[in-house]
């Protein structure tokens, strides 16, 4: 039988699938009223990041135009969602975001009010002529763009007002209703009030999208001051070239060849928007108090009393513990951490942190305690995380001020491993406890898996881990843990080999995988050879997969599903049916190019059979979803897979919200 040519589907039209399964969940119906809002900011902030990062790359590709069309297609999308969920809150809930020349004479008074004492002292009118250049405007700043004619001499005049971050987006309009104006209509409707002099002939908005995609320090040579070096390319990347406009729909033709004359260059995309442009404002009405019925139940995390309450070390001797989270508390890390700062036998405490995120962060102030108590606390800190470069090396000089040793990171490479290394000293020699995990440390509505063990080779393992990061030695041969670059791919295709090799001789194989992204073209040509060789494999990928699935004589073995809920399915997990001697491993890699081959990854065996019970009951779970899982067609689009008449309806995610892992 001929083999059918080989073929990898466009990882951006993929993208952009996962993102219109997001818009999805704004619909009336799938999520409460109030959440609805988070998923449209969601996918408003998703597409933003998206032009930032991906689209500078693409310009010259055969399926821009596809991309293009699909963008277009998503952005008329998101926003006939948000015009039908304005009107849900207005006649559910009262709520509403009204255009200034719909207030209540109150609301006006209440609105007018707010304009004097916080906006106009800072509000900076800019004219625009040969004296007054167009000032040079930030990547996502929201711009009003007027028309003026004086009342005296007729004159012309075109004004601009920047939008910067001092101001708040959303105002409250009302003391008795939660009714609200956004910051351009309140500024608009006052602009007459600041140009005594002129008639507003017509006044817009817009907003420039800057290309942010340049990789700190991936593509230059480090210098002796590393945070410099990383400040100095935050700078650069803050005025990137402009990679898309957005502006008012409503706007007159003059205008807009005003804005496109002056913005746009040939590979510029402009989007013309019916509706406010940029919508992550929903966050705060998703986050509006007073209507808990109309948002998710509190998240009832659950905080194993084996981890919390005895000595977490004398438990850890006993067998590996597996945490799912959010469903059960991440707190359990702190907890760990907090123990060995406490425990006069730890002696170390070595970390790596990739993002940190929250301005109050438990496992920083874990960190410090830990030092302060005297331990030896070293801590590798990535200073090349994607839009989290300033944020860590804030982290990391706070953990340098109190006596930590921080390293931020290694040349050429992203360190994206997750780990936590205890060393405490038992019976005159050292004992090792490590905590494995395939998320960032900090608390976040992401699904994660956690795996905390005494077991020697993966202690071993880890601790020469950070010997390859900290000293000039490097170890290349490991017990237990595939690392990458160095093995890491290579360990995932042998796997994969085995199950081919045992299906051509009859025997049991199959591959169960869940990622964040399957877009490695030499690891989707490997699992078509696998389909081809009898393999099973079911894949479960939340974002951009360019796999095509039960496609004959390439991929009919393979099955693609994806979850699009409230929590993110952020873990990654890889089993392997072995011949029936199963093998499970977690990571923090997906198979993406980029994981594979520029970042120092783990994968991380999981060896306790109740642990394994778990994750197979985890997948089986999964896949009894008719809520929120889609399956991916052989076109690479996706289907929601839907209750039959006599099928009850099962989420997974509600399913540990209220069970077990």
């Known amino acids: 039988m001929k083999e059918k040519k080989k073929e990898i589907y466009n990882r951006d039209l993929s993208w952009l699938e996962f993102n219109n399964k997001v818009v999805y969940e704004a619909k009336l119906g799938r999520n409460p009223l109030l959440e609805r809002a988070m998923f449209l900011a969601i996918a408003s902030t998703n597409l933003d990041q998206f032009f930032m990062v991906r689209i500078p790359k693409k310009r010259e590709k055969k399926e821009r135009e596809k991309i293009y069309n699909s963008i277009k297609k998503m952005v008329d999308n998101i926003y006939t969602e948000y015009s039908l969920y304005l009107k849900d809150l207005k006649k559910e809930l ?93 500024i608009k409707g006052n602009l007459e009030s600041q140009l005594i002099d002129f008639e507003i002939k017509e006044v817009g908005i817009f907003r420039l999208t800057r290309d942010e995609g340049i990789e700190i320090l991936e593509d230059s040579k480090v210098n002796e001051d590393i945070i410099k070096e990383v400040e100095d390319q935050l700078e650069e990347r803050e005025w990137g070239e402009v990679i898309r406009v957005e502006y008012d729909k409503k706007l007159s033709k003059d205008m807009k060849c005003f804005i496109t004359k ?67 508390s991440f707190e359990a890390v702190t907890e760990l951490i907090d123990t060995a700062a406490d425990d006069p036998d730890v002696l170390a405490i070595k970390q790596t942190l990739y993002r940190v995120k929250h301005h109050d962060s438990p496992i920083i102030d874990a960190l410090e305690k830990a030092c302060k108590k005297g331990k030896q606390v070293t801590v590798l800190v990535e200073a090349k995380a994607r839009f989290d470069e300033g944020d860590n090396i804030e982290w990391a000089k706070k953990l340098e001020h109190v006596g930590c040793h921080v390293i931020y ?6 360190v994206h491993g997750k780990t936590l ?18 998320g960032n440390y900090y608390k976040a509505p992401y699904v994660d898996i956690s795996l905390f063990t005494a077991d020697e080779g993966i ?5 020469n881990l950070f010997s390859n990061l900290i000293s000039p030695q490097e170890t290349n041969k490991w017990k237990e843990i595939g690392v990458g670059p160095q093995d890491l791919e290579d360990k995932f295709k042998q796997l994969v080999d085995r199950e081919i090799s045992n299906a051509l001789k009859g025997k049991k194989a199959k591959i169960i995988a869940k990622m964040n992204g399957l877009t490695d073209t030499s690891m989707i040509e490997k699992l078509y050879d696998a389909s081809n060789a009898g393999v099973k494999i079911i894949l479960i990928v939340r974002g951009a997969c360019c796999l095509l699935p039960g ?4 991929s009919e073995n393979i099955e693609v599903y994806s979850i699009v809920g409230r929590f993110l399915e952020h873990n990654r997990i890889y089993i392997f049916e072995n011949n029936g001697m199963k093998e499970y491993f977690l990571s923090s890699a997906d198979w993406m190019t980029r994981n594979l081959e520029r970042r120092v990854e783990l994968m991380f065996p999981v060896k306790n059979s109740k642990n394994k019970i778990q994750l197979d009951s985890y997948f089986e779970n999964i896949l009894k979803d008719n809520v929120k899982r889609w399956k991916e067609n052989e076109d690479g689009t996706y289907s929601l897979v839907k209750t039959s008449k006599d099928e009850k309806e099962f989420s997974y995610q509600d399913y540990y919200l209220n069970n077990k892992f």
């Not at 509000?123 to 996502?140: K, N, T, V």
């Not at 290394?421 to 395939?438: A, D, F, H, S």
């Open 94 to 186: 009262d709520v509403d975001i009204k255009e200034y020349i719909n207030l209540s004479k109150k609301e006006k008074e209440i609105g007018d009010d707010y304009f004097k004492r916080l906006i106009q002292p800072v509000l900076e009118i800019i004219e625009i002529d040969p004296f007054h250049p167009i000032p040079r405007i930030a990547s996502g700043n929201l711009v009003l763009l007027g028309m003026i004619e004086s009342k005296r001499t007729k004159d012309k005049k075109v004004i601009m007002i920047e939008l910067r971050g001092e101001f708040e987006r959303l105002i409250k309009i009302s003391d008795e209703k939660n009714h609200f104006i956004l910051i351009e209509e309140l």
């Open 409 to 414: 990171g290694i040349k050429d490479l992203k």
């Open 421 to 438: 290394l205890i060393l405490r000293k038992e019976e005159n020699k050292i004992k090792r406890y490590v905590q494995l995990g395939t």
């Open 551 to 554: 496609v004959k004589n390439m």
């Open 262 to 328: 002056n913005f746009s260059i040939l590979t510029t995309e402009i989007y013309e928007i019916s509706g406010p442009i940029n919508l992550d404002f929903l966050w705060a009405i998703e986050q509006l108090n007073g209507y808990e019925k109309y948002k998710y139940e509190p998240l009832n995390e659950k905080f194993l009393k084996k981890m919390k309450g005895e000595n977490i070390f004398e438990t850890l001797k006993k067998k590996d513990k597996l945490l799912l989270h959010p469903y059960e």
């Open 459 to 463: 202690g071993e393992d880890i601790s």
